[in-house]
């Protein structure tokens, strides 16, 4: 870079001021297209060209502001567009072919983009970027997030509020650290499975709500499996209490989100530990593709039919059964750190069993980080990670069988009954291969 430097004076001030220009050229596109193909937004004064120009001057605002270290030049700069969309907007409502009944949406957005601008030369250049991506989606999802509130209901709103209290008020104030001897009893994490099963049963909610449960299920259980299949399981299998006659689908989903678990294993230490990443790829490649298969045929089994008008959507956030497997969860993770304390060689596997009936990533970080240390041979963590995902098939087995609807019963029991075969013969395999 230090040629390109030498090549162009003051590169790093031109390229704030393109970036400045780029990222009010994607909010001006947006706005552009709205122009061209909404009626409500016909009439708007800035389009591809003006907000480019509006960060661009926000950009040199600051500039100038740095320059002569004046704050006072930006603040009059910044007041200035104030006025000037205060009265254009003032004006399109007296004039006669004004809607009295428009939004400020464009107005509003004209102000983000001079601050955007102005982040840009401040050197917040990433963090002006990721906000204009948002911006730029909120504008072009208009019309589905309307529709998206128009639909909700009291519960739903309610639902919102409870889970925005656990997440963004709750789980930050928590100690971050563990409180016993043990190194279990950490109330931060703790609290952060109750935000996250409570976070897949109510995205899953809003998910069939907004496409349908026919397509809902299956994404859910998708999205969920990349993020903790444990939790899914215990949401879906409360869910389908509240809705029976979706039960089997839910049961089905399960098998998919189960199944996204063996890739994520893998991808987890492709990044930790290449080479025990190749001693379980083939193992864990079998897995997901015998996961695959179950899942579609029993999917086309019990898929919903066509007619999806007659589900009916009830609990959109169960707290009380996320609260119910966090205490589990801590129960089972005491008696995981009794096994590896007490049980010397053997309790490695038993350990690992142990874990993977609340979940795999925490014995995949821990065995990964072990064996690039010297400290565990490469195939004694591959077999120990085949017993954790083997264990935790079978505690989202069991889950799924106890805490859900009779519905549900049979899918899984056919989807987790392979998966455990599956992996029963992975870890016999492994230790034919030790």
């Known amino acids: 870079m230090e040629w390109l430097t030498e090549l162009v004076p003051n590169i790093d001030l031109w390229f704030r001021f ?12 947006e706005r552009e297209y709205a122009q061209q193909h909404v009626a409500e937004v016909e009439r708007a004064f800035a389009g591809i060209r003006t907000f480019p120009l509006i960060s661009l001057l926000g950009a040199l605002a600051a500039f100038v502001a740095h320059t002569l270290e004046s704050p006072t030049v930006f603040a009059v700069a910044f007041g200035g567009m104030a006025v000037l969309v205060g009265v254009t907007y003032m004006r399109r409502l007296t004039d006669e ?48 997030l ?85 939790a899914t399981t215990l949401s879906f299998a409360e869910r389908s209490h ?78 009380s059964g996320a609260i119910r497997f966090t205490v589990i969860f801590v129960v089972v993770s005491f008696i995981v750190k009794f096994a590896e304390l007490y049980l010397g060689t053997v309790g490695l596997f038993v350990a690992s069993l142990l874990t993977g009936l609340v979940g795999v990533d925490a014995i995949v970080l821990s065995l990964a980080n072990t064996a690039s240390t010297g400290g565990l041979s490469v195939m004694s963590a591959a077999i120990a990670i085949l017993f954790a995902t083997l264990g935790n098939t079978l505690a989202k087995a069991t889950m799924a069988y106890t805490l859900g609807a009779r519905p549900i019963r049979t899918p899984t029991a056919y989807g987790f009954g392979v998966l455990a075969v599956m992996g029963s013969l992975a870890v016999a395999v492994a230790f034919f291969q030790t």
């Open 18 to 29: 393109g970036l400045a220009m780029a990222l009010g050229g994607l909010v001006g596109l």
């Open 97 to 144: 072919r004004g809607d009295r009944s428009e939004g400020i949406t464009t107005e509003v957005t004209i102000l983000l983009v001079f601050m955007l601008g102005s982040l840009s030369y401040w050197g917040w250049g990433t963090l002006a970027s990721a906000i204009t991506v948002v911006v730029t989606l909120l504008l072009s999802l208009k019309r589905t």
């Open 146 to 230: 309307h529709e998206l509130a128009r639909s909700l209901t009291h519960e739903d709103l309610l639902a919102t509020l409870q889970f925005a209290l656990i997440t963004v008020v709750i789980l930050p104030i928590l100690p971050n650290r563990p409180l016993d001897p043990y190194q279990v009893l950490n109330p931060y994490r703790i609290w952060l499975l109750v935000v996250l099963i409570s976070g897949v049963s109510f995205g899953g909610y809003l998910a069939i709500k907004a496409v349908g449960p026919h397509r809902a299920l299956w994404m859910t259980g998708l999205l969920g499996g990349m993020v903790s299949s444990t």
């Open 242 to 319: 509240s809705t029976p006659r979706l039960a089997p689908a839910l049961g089905v989903a399960l098998i998919l989100a189960s199944t996204v678990m063996y890739p994520r294993v893998a991808v987890l230490l492709l990044i930790l530990n290449p080479a025990l990443f190749w001693a379980t790829l083939p193992y864990l490649l079998g897995l997901t593709v015998s996961g695959l298969i179950t899942f579609i045929v029993l999917w086309q089994v019990y898929r919903l039919p066509a007619d999806e008008r007659g589900v009916t959507l009830e609990n959109p956030l169960n707290l």
